[in-house]
């Protein structure tokens, strides 16, 4: 059961929630004195004066004090120009578990992907039927006003002195469908503008909890602009040889978008709408590593990690699912959709090692190798930190 959207401040405070290494190569490298008046129909909506101003004017957007490339911070690495040599001459080093100091740097990873809590104050609710399922940035939303027969802006009228509000839709758009759409042609002019760069025509569900009702369908790109929760399946895929485990790594190719030639999972991918965790698994198992569904069929849930960052306008609030996947001995992974560039098998102590000491992991794939290293045994109680790291792992809005 889901609390339903209570306008007062108070509440909505209180809602923000030396061993062998093998490396394979890719084969290819509503206003604020109330709602917005609305049209007679949903199709109106659609043909908006707002959307055809937006799409034939050459106007810019009126000035705000973040670059239009509003996620370029998110999207830069912190680290990416490293070879694999790097990587094992890093991960080599003595790995000594029982030293407490060994936890700071994987704190300092959970706390990469948690920053800006002391920015919650610059967001707003995003509400749909009573329910908070994102939150948006006050300045974000100056471009959202320029689409007033699509979204609507409110104050609390309990709280008259309270000037920011909430974000919603159009009353008259009811059905998921009719959402999914108007959305998409707002995102379709903000992507066009450079507003929301990287658009990727992948959706993903707008819902307030992972087994809520779908309220619409957002490009996966717009998501962290308007705070939706995000999952995703993460996969680790390991290897045992004589008592000793090995983690199959992968290097990004320098042609993504996103975090191009960083360290990544054996597999792992975002959760569109309407598929399974597990369904997702299995596609994302062929297209990243070859992996057969006979193979990723074993692949065991383990749990969830998940966190919320804030950068600029952005504010993501992703729970990524865990899995385990044990591999034949003989398994080499063979990348089929070009966004991998290589892969290597490297004992999991020195992977440790390499998340400890450097950034060249993408952020969020340390939250999920640094869990593995908690089921099997890498990170153990006696090391000072021990349940402050677990805990760090899953924050209050892991739902």
């Not at 003595?94 to 030293?99: A, C, L, V």
């Not at 006003?145 to 758009?173: A, K, W, Y």
Request: with cysteine; net charge negative.
């Amino acid at each position: 059961m889901h609390t339903r959207f209570r306008l007062c401040s108070s509440v909505y405070n209180s809602c923000i929630p030396n061993s062998t290494q093998h490396c394979v190569s890719s084969p290819s490298n509503m206003a604020s004195s109330g709602f917005c008046s609305l049209g007679p129909t949903v199709t109106s909506l659609f043909s908006s004066h707002a959307l055809a101003r937006w799409r034939s004017s050459s106007m810019s957007p009126r000035p705000l004090g973040i670059s239009r490339s509003l996620s370029a911070a998110t999207t830069v690495p912190l680290s990416s120009s490293f070879s694999w040599d790097d990587v094992i001459e890093t991960g080599r080093e003595e790995y000594t578990p029982h030293n407490s100091s060994d936890l700071t740097g994987f704190l300092e990873k959970v706390d990469r992907c948690n920053r800006g809590s002391e920015k919650l104050a610059e967001f707003i609710p995003f509400v749909i039927e009573e329910q908070i399922v994102g939150y948006i940035h006050k300045g974000f939303t100056e471009y959202l006003r320029e689409f007033h027969d699509i979204f609507t802006f409110s104050q609390d009228s309990s709280c008259p002195d309270r000037v920011d509000g909430f974000v919603t839709l159009n009353l008259m758009l009811e059905k998921p469908e009719d959402r999914t759409k108007a959305v998409a042609d707002v995102i379709k002019v903000l992507g066009d503008k450079g507003i929301i760069p990287g658009i990727r025509n992948e959706l993903y569900p707008v819902k307030p909890s992972f087994n809520a009702p779908v309220f619409f369908s957002l490009e996966r790109a717009a998501a962290p602009y308007f705070g939706i929760k995000g999952y995703g399946v993460h996969m680790n895929g390991y290897v045992e040889r004589d008592g000793q485990k090995f983690l199959w790594i992968g290097k990004r190719s320098l042609s993504k978008s996103t975090y191009p030639g960083m360290l990544d999972h054996l597999v792992a991918g975002g959760l569109p709408h309407g598929i399974s965790c597990g369904e997702n698994l299995e596609k994302e198992c062929e297209e990243e590593a070859g992996i057969s569904k006979a193979i990723a069929y074993r692949a065991i849930a383990v749990g969830a990690v998940s966190y919320m960052d804030i950068d600029q306008y952005c504010f993501k609030r992703d729970v990524l699912f865990c899995y385990d996947l044990e591999l034949p001995e003989d398994f080499v992974p063979k990348n089929q959709d070009g966004e991998v560039e290589s892969f290597k098998l490297i004992p999991v102590a020195q992977v440790a090692n390499v998340i400890r000491k450097t950034s060249f992991f993408k952020a969020n794939c340390s939250l999920v190798i640094i869990d593995f290293l908690f089921r099997h045994g890498f990170i153990r109680p006696e090391s000072s930190g021990y349940l402050d790291l677990y805990g760090r792992l899953r924050n209050k809005d892991c739902s």
